[in-house]
């Protein structure tokens, strides 16, 4: 059996820290890898970030009731947003942007104030995820409406990696981008991936475990309404009501077969954890749900390879 070891690389991308670890026998057979996956990062950001006036969804949301060409990426991107807002029943909805915005968070954290003036549409409206129409070649939404997509975003380029990384025979990885994380294959001592749940209010501190099984992919992500220090708001909104959530959950944590899923599901969590739709993805895309509490309280609703660290 040869020997295998961890090569990691860190970087700040997409508003956060990106974590990406490859094991392999030598850096020199993954060393392309790591240059595509930072690559693929970067493109995406520069052409899907809001806070850019000259990426592509800027662009598009500039020309809200028109028809406007766009990409292939851009076509897949839109389709699957409506694909998730059919099955959450609405609590993920792409138009929520100008109720993010009124909400106060208009720029690139951590400066939320700093926000490009071309950019601001707090003075639109939210309307359903039906309202996106889309061709082969082009989409449109409705005037006085803009889409975000932060709420796929990370989840979605976890999936976009997985399947850079299958497409270049690299079977044992983990990537984390700001905590939501991808992983498959084993570590460099043979084990499954084992990840930490971290506790909402203690720096450092963790309530839960979870550990992939082997020849599967496994996704985590969590949502939560802690509020950042000195911003005074959170970033999940109601779609219903149009206003930051307000529930019992200060974190929920999802277990999921893919990135998107497991980021949608758990801003779902927060916003309706009594929600039909999560009930109805349990046991296929969904295969654990983490919820702490206000209470302080941690509860596991779903999900028998999660271990809670009491």
């Not at 779609?239 to 899923?261: C, E, N």
């Amino acid at each position: 059996m040869s020997v295998l070891k961890r090569f990691r690389q860190q970087r700040h991308v997409l508003g956060s820290r990106a974590d990406i670890v490859l094991v392999a026998a030598d850096y020199e057979s993954i060393e392309h890898v790591f240059h595509s996956v930072w690559h693929t990062i970067t493109e995406f950001d520069i052409r899907f970030s809001r806070f850019r006036p000259d990426s592509e969804i800027s662009q598009f949301n500039e020309k809200a009731g028109q028809w406007v060409g766009i990409s292939a990426d851009f076509t897949e991107l839109l389709t699957v947003c409506k694909k998730y807002a059919h099955i959450t029943e609405g609590l993920f909805n792409p138009f929520v942007l100008p109720a993010l915005q009124a909400a106060g968070y208009r720029g690139s954290w951590p400066h939320v104030e700093q926000a490009d003036p071309l950019l601001d549409v707090r003075s639109r409206h939210m309307v359903s995820s039906n309202e996106i129409e889309i061709t082969e070649v082009s989409a449109r939404i409705p005037e006085e409406t803009a889409i975000d997509i932060g709420g796929i975003g990370k989840g979605y380029m976890l999936d976009t990696l997985a399947a850079l990384l299958e497409r270049m025979n690299v079977s044992r990885y983990y990537i984390s981008l700001g905590g939501d994380i991808i992983c498959h294959g084993f570590d460099a001592d043979y084990n499954p991936w084992r990840i930490g749940i971290s506790a909402a209010r203690q720096r450092g501190a963790r309530v839960g475990l979870i550990s992939n099984n082997i020849g599967e992919v496994l996704a985590i992500a969590s949502s939560s309404v802690v509020r950042r220090s000195g911003s005074g708001w959170h970033h999940i909104i109601d779609p219903r009501t149009g206003k930051p959530t307000s529930t019992s959950i200060l974190m929920a944590t999802v277990v999921a077969s893919s990135g998107t899923a497991a980021d949608i599901f758990a801003k779902t969590c927060i916003i309706d954890p009594e929600a039909h739709c999560l009930k109805d993805q349990i046991d296929s895309s969904i295969k654990a749900i983490c919820l702490q509490l206000k209470d302080t309280s941690v509860t596991v609703p779903f999900g028998s390879n999660l271990i809670v660290i009491s």
